[in-house]
């Protein structure tokens, strides 16, 4: 069966040549022309890949895609951004987007993503089947529940994005391992962000925000000056101040 992909793309010249080239790697496509249709259309029905301009009538792609991550839409969204938009860019990435293309862009470039997507995705669905079978995780009084996608701390609920958890679980599965931005944008996110490292920090500031008692000091996910962060399982370090 082939891979369903929704293209929100106001141009309408963009959009059937994203078609064509899709339909060469075997996907079936649907378009959808404004930020609202597509928000609708991505919310209800069933897609494998999401691929979002960031300028749409209506509802912008920063929009669409913080909506349907609210709504527990966790479909990949390849966002399409223009040459001067690092800002929004770094925002796509922050609000849930797995990844980016800055217009214009190759024909093999956009197939080499969409796959790639694709592959993560399936690494994503293998975990999934993995974690059914982890019944908690507990360092000290953080507990993370993999299966059922939670976490408390001092048995009190913490909610957390897909992208925060995903990077807690990361760190919590590999307890005491440094992990650098780079290779946390590799683990976590799937594949390189070169130069958006930075969204990195914005993500582990969120997550100590909602799971240490003083953030300022942190005594979960530590910072290894010089390196990157990594999970204290056993408080050994000292705080981060």
Not at 152 to 172: I, N
């Amino acid at each position: 069966m082939p891979h369903r992909v929704l293209v929100i793309e106001d141009d309408i010249d963009i959009a059937h040549l994203l078609e064509l080239h899709l339909h060469d790697i075997a996907m079936e496509v649907d378009i959808v022309g404004t930020g609202t249709a597509g928000y609708n259309k991505a919310s209800k029905d069933g897609y494998d890949i999401i691929i979002l301009d960031l300028m749409l009538p209506e509802m912008n792609g920063l929009e669409v895609c913080r909506k349907l991550r609210e709504q527990g839409v966790h479909t990949p969204v390849l966002m399409l951004t223009a040459k001067s938009s690092e800002l929004d860019r770094v925002l796509g990435l922050e609000l849930g987007a797995d990844d980016y293309l800055t217009k214009p862009f190759s024909i093999q470039e956009l197939q080499a993503r969409v796959k790639a997507m694709l592959r993560r995705s399936a690494m994503q669905t293998a975990h999934k089947q993995t974690d059914s079978n982890e019944e908690s995780i507990t360092i000290r009084n953080l507990k993370i529940l993999p299966e059922r996608r939670q976490v408390t701390v001092a048995g009190q609920d913490v909610e957390l994005t897909a992208r925060e958890f995903e990077l807690l679980l990361h760190f919590a599965r590999n307890p005491g391992k440094v992990y650098s931005r780079a290779q946390l944008l590799d683990k976590v996110w799937g594949y390189g962000h070169d130069g958006y490292e930075h969204t990195v920090n914005s993500h582990i500031n969120r997550l100590r925000k909602k799971i240490e008692i003083d953030p300022a000091r942190a005594e979960y996910i530590v910072t290894v000056w010089g390196v990157g962060y990594k999970i204290d399982e056993d408080n050994s370090g000292k705080p981060d101040v």
